[in-house]
């Protein structure tokens, strides 16, 4: 991708491609869905914002089960929606105490794998709450933006978009490439949401550079096979470690971070740790969690072992 960048630099006094078309074309190769149904982003959050802007109003209530992503809050109070929440650090096993709570004419917002807790919605789940929520007349939106990172399991509902024209599912090349600051992220919704969010969106919003690392890094399959290997090789290893330690307990994950209870106030692990360089989430700003939670990314041997011995010492 490093490769692709460099052989594109001659290329930045033009314009971008505003419709993407080259990506979409090859974002629907790599994920079976029509280029038509398939809208592209700089980064997931601005289609988040872009979402809201376009199929939420004042009259709309939307239901955020907690904690996750923020941005789904922030984006929805913008366009005046009342915000209701759901707190559950298992949706799965609150299913029954969260379908009566879904609003009529509104919207749901659910991140799977939920961050921060790292929590896997079955599709088996996720389709009982679509069907709920169509009844109603009630958008779903489902953040898959973590779920390439998930080992061992293919729980994405991609495939249902061509089923429920309620659902529109986000994904993000950010976090499953390592792009992160090149910025770049996916919906996949029914034809006409897809032509709603084109039309709200700000012209030429993708970079060329992004566009071309995108449509490189589908490609490279391969890769993401090694870093799930590694995540799930990793995880184990953090978790192991880490649940031994006195002051700290830590939650199963399915994806590439952990939450972690501490008994120690969360500002202060952040504090000492990046004494020692080491960054991790203080989760005390997160709607539904306090300031007893941690959350830490699962990276190499070398800077988990750097981890390990860092929260030994507090």
Sequence with gaps: MRKTIKNQLDTIQI??????????????????????????????????????????????????????????????????????????????????????????????????????????????????????????????FIDECFIELVPDHDESIIKLIKKYN???????????????????????????????????????????????????????????SKVKKIIRKESFYLINHISKLKNFQCTATSTNFILIKTKMKSKTVQKKLLEKKILIRDCSTIRGLNDNYIRIAVKTRKENEKLIKALERL
């Design 15 to 140: 314009y971008p491609d505003s419709e993407s078309t080259q990506l979409r074309k090859n974002l629907q190769h790599y994920t079976k869905i029509p280029h038509s149904q398939i809208v592209v982003g700089n980064g997931a959050t601005e289609i988040i914002y872009n979402f809201c802007q376009a199929f939420l109003s004042n009259k709309t209530s939307v239901l955020i089960p907690i904690p996750t992503f923020g941005e789904y809050e922030s984006a929805a109070k913008l366009t005046g929606a009342k915000v209701l929440f759901f707190k559950t650090m298992n949706l799965e096993k609150d299913l029954d105490n969260f379908i009566p709570k879904l609003p009529s004419n509104g919207c749901i917002f659910i991140c799977n794998p939920n961050n921060p807790t790292g929590n896997l919605i079955s599709k088996k789940t996720l389709q009982k709450i679509i069907i709920s929520a169509n009844k109603k007349k009630t958008l779903v």
């Design 166 to 224: 309620n659902l529109f599912v986000l994904r993000s090349l950010t976090k499953s490439f390592a792009l992160a600051g090149l910025r770049i992220g996916y919906g996949i919704g029914s034809k006409q949401m897809i032509s709603i969010l084109n039309n709200i969106k700000i012209p030429w919003n993708v970079s060329g550079l992004a566009q071309q690392a995108a449509s490189a890094a589908l490609s490279h399959s391969f890769y993401l």
